[in-house]
């Protein structure tokens, strides 16, 4: 029995685990787990400790690592997902598609104590080298091995399907399908003729999902790649037909969340999640990006923790890290860390205005405060999102009870001096 199916009938383990990491009571969980509104991410070879997604608990951030077919290192690859978990990221998603695939995914899921989701489909793909070629039970039998090999969630772009591509072909679009997982389901229906083997015989993906009890993130193929494309029929179309495979999973007992866009302006956001929620009847929203504009790359950690915050505030459970390098190049350990950091404080902004978090985020913030008005600066800078950096920046300041800021204009030292009399 899959988890979903077990807590039908009572509160589990996993539940119990995710009830006292976040504060927040089993029976309730269990029951925003029963209606789809939370995932616990954990594949039943029990690798990692489970983690929760959804309404009520705390906003989670992925971490994308992997090899591409011009740069791999498995040694590299192991070393950013380590970087990506140290640095807070709550899961790590191996995206290899160059190199020793099966090597580099069992390396990663034996290196971190995380979640590590994948996209099965890209292995399909690195067999041959022409899309045409892969067949579909090749499709199927990674994604099988890769259940087998312990992964926690995997992303399916079952919502590519005729409809979809039939909205692609008459829309204006400037980038096409962005997503490597739709671009290679698109290519391959095209090339076949034929409807999306995971779309069509989406009843046999999800017999493999549960027998591994591996969460589904039904992704988004046909995201938008630029702020022109966004919210338009190819998006939406998919977005439809995304809401009608939860309803499918729900009843075969398989977890399931929605991924979504992509690049998306600032005043599209709230529909396009309030979209998402609604079309999967409260499904977990797992976020790439939004990226709100197409003109800073160098810069994507923050034009994506924007979007991602903004998007948060609405709806969105899951943010995954844009780094610094996206668009330009594979990323590098550094890269993630400064992307994990970056769309960690778009989380905690996020849970500052979440039901269920607000209270506890706040007490955070509000410890922060108070050390900051005593000029606690040893407390201060442990109570930061990143301690490392903030005392980095801070020893520029000479040791006095202010900071090199203002000086002895220290506002707080002059108010503190002040009030004392
Ligand atoms: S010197 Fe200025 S910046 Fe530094 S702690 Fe005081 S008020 Fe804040």
């Not at 988890?3 to 925003?32: K, Q």
């Not at 790590?92 to 099965?120: E, F, H, K």
């Not at 439809?240 to 007992?253: K, N, Q």
């Not at 020893?395 to 002059?414: F, H, N, Q, W, Y």
């Amino acid at each position: 029995m899959t988890l979903l199916d077990r807590a039908r009938s009572g509160i589990t383990d996993e539940i119990r685990f995710v009830s006292d990491s976040e504060g927040i009571d089993a029976e309730v969980i269990r029951n925003l787990l029963c209606k789809g509104e939370i995932v616990i991410l954990q594949n039943n070879s029990k690798r990692a400790d489970p983690v929760g997604v959804g309404s009520m608990l705390s906003t989670k951030v992925n971490a994308n690592v992997g090899t591409s077919t011009t740069s791999s290192s498995l040694e590299e690859e192991v070393e950013k997902a380590r970087a990506g978990v140290e640095s807070g990221a709550d899961t790590v998603m191996d995206l290899s598609t160059g190199g020793n695939l099966d090597l580099i995914r069992q390396s990663i899921l034996g290196a971190v104590n995380a979640p590590v989701g994948t996209v099965p489909l890209y292995q399909a793909a690195c067999k041959h080298t022409s899309i045409a070629d892969i067949s579909s039970d090749e499709m199927f039998n990674v994604l099988r091995q890769h259940c087998r090999d312990g992964v926690d969630f995997v992303t399916v772009h079952a919502g590519v399907n005729r409809n979809s591509l039939r909205e692609l072909e008459s829309s204006n679009r400037i980038l096409g399908v962005v997503s490597r997982g739709g671009a290679i389901t698109t290519a391959w229906m095209l090339q076949h003729d034929s409807e999306n083997p995971f779309y069509s015989e989406f009843d046999y993906l999800l017999e493999i999902l549960s027998e591994y009890d591996v969460v589904a993130s039904l992704g988004d193929g046909m995201r938008p790649g630029c702020i022109h494309d966004s919210s338009d029929r190819p998006e939406y179309t998919e977005l439809i037909t995304l809401g009608e495979l939860v309803e499918r999973c729900r009843r075969a007992g398989v977890q399931c969340m929605v991924e979504g866009p992509g690049h998306v302006p600032l005043d599209e956001i709230e529909t396009s999640v309030r979209a998402m929620k609604y079309l999967s009847k409260g499904a977990p929203v797992y976020l790439l990006g939004p990226l709100v504009t197409d003109l800073a790359p160098g810069y994507d950690h923050f034009t994506a923790a924007i979007g991602g915050a903004i998007a948060g505030m609405h709806g969105a459970d899951f943010l995954c890290v844009t780094t610094p390098a996206e668009h330009l190049a594979l990323p590098t350990s550094e890269d993630i860390r400064n992307g994990v950091m970056v769309t960690r404080i778009a989380a905690h902004a996020i849970d500052l205005v979440k039901d269920g978090q607000r209270k506890s985020a706040r007490r955070m913030d509000n410890e922060i405060a108070r050390a900051r008005r005593d000029l606690n600066w040893q407390r201060q800078l442990e109570l930061a999102i990143d301690p490392e950096h903030a005392r980095r920046t801070h020893s520029r300041s000479k040791e006095t009870d202010v900071c090199s800021m203002c000086g002895e204009l220290c506002a707080i030292k002059v108010m503190n001096d002040t009030t004392k009399k």
